[in-house]
């Protein structure tokens, strides 16, 4: 009898808590809690908040389907040149009418909703605080939630998740989503940001954040699906347009993106399911129409060039929560960086330095001289130096960094020239370069997009006045044209 007990001794401690975990277990299941089980689950259901997640969750517990990731499309076939030459200054002719540049008018800014310090997290009384590119936002998020668990890690673990999740009271959470998206003015990337953080703060479990993340999405009507890879959770997010760099999949002429694996490796074949969440098929748009309303961290810097001994300087002022926000961004479609705005006072500033050096002279003078500005206040470097990945940089983020390449300095001088002289502007991409397309009554170097003429202007051809195109890229056809929004 000793000897059995000194045996039931060295397997306890041979197994520790897991034992116990199987003792309890199994003490569980004979004490008739299969049928505890079955009639929690069938609870489950009659307690979910939204019809919706009754029929979704037959879906989650359908056979799922095999997928392979398509091959990831890359911004640029051919890797962009590591230098760029010099071109022979040409003395530009001074044609077109002169110029005057209209300063924007004095418009009110919405105030930016003052938020508690870090340093004062606790006063906000919620749940789970964090800094939002300078912005602390707080959730309260419901027990329910907290402890809801991808166990075991296979289909029926994601099931059991959605149950406990749709069951719990998620419905304030949603609605301080979508009031923080309201009053920081977030497009659909800052949502994408937001849900992201508050779910790794919810959980340390990357699975069970996904999940979370997955769950909050469907309820905000964007059209996004989980699946499995290796056991592990894979969140895809359906976009109508191209997202570079990026492993996606495709469900029925949908293509869905793994954000999490930007720029990193691919994810491979994985197991998930056909059907959207009823009613939530939005796609994530990644355009930057208006500018996020972030908390102010003002930083200024001074740019500037020398052309013919003579120095032209300004001083910018810029909001560091926003440049980090920006340089977050995925490799979206050109159409995003080329449409998104600079900040107001930024603009203003740059505008009315410019318009000293142009007012009064010839438009070919003046569009000259910006496209001199782009060129020669920045050193030139590729992004994989730079970054050790390909970024193309919003106009601000062009104006903040030393180093910038071809695209980046085409962004910029397109929204200037657009926003200066009203002119209609294009971007011109080549296999491994980008350049600028102005709809101008001018001569020179030009190319046809439809039955338009534009004559070219390269803002990294340095030196190069309007009409004047790299030698390398005049007889070669355009790959496409990026087209700008008035």
């Given at each position: ?17 897991f ?7 199994s ?21 979910y ?21 398509k ?36 418009v ?11 340093t004062?997290?606790?006063e906000?009384?919620k ?5 939002f ?30 149950d406990?999740?749709?069951s ?14 309201e ?6 990337w ?18 069970n ?6 769950f ?17 959770v ?11 760099s ?15 694996n930007?720029?990193?490796g691919?994810?491979?074949r994985?197991y ?11 796609p ?19 740019i ?11 001083s ?19 159409q995003?960086f080329?449409?998104?705005?600079l ?14 050096q ?7 003078e003046?569009?000259?001289?910006v496209?001199?500005?782009?060129q020669k ?8 130096q730079?970054?050790?990945r390909?970024?193309?940089?919003f106009?601000?983020?062009t104006l ?27 971007g ?15 001569q020179?170097?030009f190319?046809k ?6 004559i ?7 030196n190069?006045?309007?009409g ?6 005049k007889?070669?056809k ?9």
């Amino acid at each position: 009898m000793q000897q059995n007990k000194d045996g039931a001794h060295k397997l306890f401690k041979q197994f520790g808590l897991f034992s116990v975990s199987i003792i309890l277990g199994s003490s569980l299941l004979s004490a008739g809690s299969f049928e505890d089980f079955k009639r929690s689950q069938a609870e489950n259901f009659k307690q979910y908040k939204d019809e919706r997640d009754v029929a979704f969750n037959k879906y989650l517990k359908a056979q799922w389907k095999a997928y392979s990731a398509k091959k990831k499309v890359e911004v640029y076939d051919t890797p962009k040149p590591k230098k760029i030459p010099q071109a022979n200054p040409i003395e530009i002719k001074k044609v077109g009418p002169k110029v005057n540049i209209l300063m924007p008018k004095k418009v009110l800014e919405p105030a930016v909703k003052t938020i508690e310090k870090p340093t004062k997290i606790v006063e906000i009384k919620k749940d789970i605080n964090f800094d939002f590119f300078g912005t602390m936002v707080g959730f309260n998020v419901d027990r329910s939630i907290k402890s809801a668990n991808f166990y075991p890690t296979n289909q029926k673990g994601i099931a059991s998740y959605f149950d406990r999740v749709a069951s719990s009271e998620y419905a304030e959470l949603i609605e301080e989503i979508k009031k923080i998206k309201e009053d920081l003015k977030l497009n659909d990337w800052g949502v994408y940001l937001l849900v992201t953080k508050l779910s790794k703060h919810v959980y340390n479990i990357e699975d069970n954040s996904k999940l979370l993340s997955w769950f909050i999405f469907n309820k905000l009507g964007y059209g996004v699906k989980v699946g499995l890879a290796q056991k592990h959770v894979v969140l895809m997010h359906y976009s109508n347009k191209m997202i570079y760099s990026t492993p996606n999949y495709t469900f029925a002429n949908k293509t869905f993106y793994v954000m999490a694996n930007y720029a990193k490796g691919n994810v491979g074949r994985l197991y998930s399911y056909e059907q959207d969440y009823p009613g939530s098929t939005k796609p994530l748009d990644l355009s930057l129409k208006n500018l996020p309303n972030l908390e102010k961290n003002q930083k200024t810097k001074a740019i500037g060039f020398k052309e013919n001994n003579k120095e032209f300087k300004v001083s910018i002022n810029y909001n560091q929560n926003l440049i980090d926000f920006m340089g977050t961004y995925p490799q979206a479609d050109y159409q995003t960086f080329f449409n998104a705005p600079l900040e107001n006072e930024t603009y203003k500033q740059l505008a009315k330095a410019i318009k000293k050096q142009v007012d009064g002279k010839k438009m070919s003078e003046a569009l000259n001289f910006v496209l001199h500005f782009v060129q020669k206040s920045f050193n030139y470097e590729m992004d994989d130096q730079q970054f050790g990945r390909e970024k193309v940089m919003f106009a601000q983020e062009t104006l903040y960094f030393e180093k910038s390449d071809c695209e980046d300095r085409a962004v910029l001088f397109s929204y200037l020239v657009k926003e200066l002289f009203g002119i209609a502007v294009v971007g011109v991409k080549y296999k491994d370069h980008m350049a600028t397309g102005l709809y101008i009554p001018m001569q020179g170097d030009f190319v046809k997009s439809g039955s338009k003429k534009f004559i070219l202007a390269d803002p990294t051809y340095i030196n190069s006045s309007i009409g004047q195109s790299m030698p390398k890229y005049k007889p070669k056809k355009p790959e496409r044209f990026i087209m700008l929004k008035n």
